[in-house]
């Protein structure tokens, strides 16, 4: 059995609008793509790692044993995460300051340089955290880099016939 994201969609508009309302409107296809993107965000820092999306990207499936139903708990972390993710979109789309005037009529909106700067604090500090958990986990690999014209720079100076060694 697979978990459909579809099913998850209820929730996941429940969890971001209130009752009666809609504070963030989008197709049944909008929220089952902001679900998989949840999904995979949430994976990322190490949650259902027996858990894929499929190729349709319609079902949470474990490869390993494809009977295996995600549990309800953990399919509430990918909507909490997809309401997240949506709650800050909303906040960035939405203006946080205005000015107005009547003369020759004016009228300016903006968004918070505050709001934003803690948003943009908040992902670099997710993906720093990600990088971490990556490099603690040892799936990470080294790379060198040799400047060649900069080691050949520094024997010609130092009268070295060879600059490498």
Same mark, same amino acid.
């Given at each position: 059995? &697979?978990?459909?994201?579809?099913?998850?969609? =209820?929730?996941?508009?429940?969890?971001?609008?209130?009752?009666?309302?809609?504070?963030?409107?989008?197709?049944?296809?909008?929220?089952?793509? &902001?679900?998989?993107?949840?999904?995979?965000?949430?994976?990322? $820092?190490?949650?259902?790692?027996?858990?894929?999306?499929?190729?349709?990207?319609?079902?949470?499936?474990?490869?390993?044993?494809?009977?295996?139903?995600? =549990?309800?708990?953990?399919?509430?972390?990918?909507?909490?995460? &997809?309401?997240?993710?949506?709650?800050?979109?909303?906040?960035?789309?939405?203006?946080?300051? /205005?000015?107005?005037?009547?003369? =020759?009529?004016?009228?300016?909106?903006?968004? /918070?340089?505050?709001?934003?700067?803690?948003?943009?604090?908040?992902? $670099?500090?997710?993906?720093?955290?990600?990088?971490?958990?990556?490099?603690?986990?040892?799936?990470?690999?080294?790379?060198?880099?040799?400047?060649?014209?900069?080691?050949?720079?520094?024997?010609?100076? /130092?009268?070295?016939?060879?600059?490498?060694?």
């Amino acid at each position: 059995m &697979a978990v459909e994201l579809d099913e998850l969609v =209820p929730y996941l508009k429940a969890s971001v609008n209130p009752p009666g309302q809609e504070f963030i409107v989008a197709t049944d296809t909008e929220w089952r793509t &902001a679900a998989a993107n949840a999904f995979w965000w949430a994976r990322l $820092r190490g949650f259902f790692p027996d858990y894929r999306i499929d190729i349709n990207g319609e079902l949470i499936v474990n490869p390993e044993d494809p009977t295996d139903d995600m =549990p309800r708990e953990q399919q509430q972390i990918v909507v909490l995460a &997809a309401a997240l993710n949506a709650i800050e979109a909303k906040l960035l789309a939405m203006p946080t300051n /205005s000015r107005a005037r009547a003369g =020759p009529v004016e009228s300016e909106t903006g968004r /918070s340089a505050q709001v934003l700067v803690e948003l943009l604090k908040g992902k $670099r500090k997710e993906l720093a955290d990600i990088k971490d958990e990556i490099v603690a986990s040892g799936n990470a690999t080294g790379v060198g880099v040799i400047d060649a014209v900069l080691s050949r720079q520094g024997a010609f100076c /130092s009268g070295e016939a060879v600059f490498v060694r």
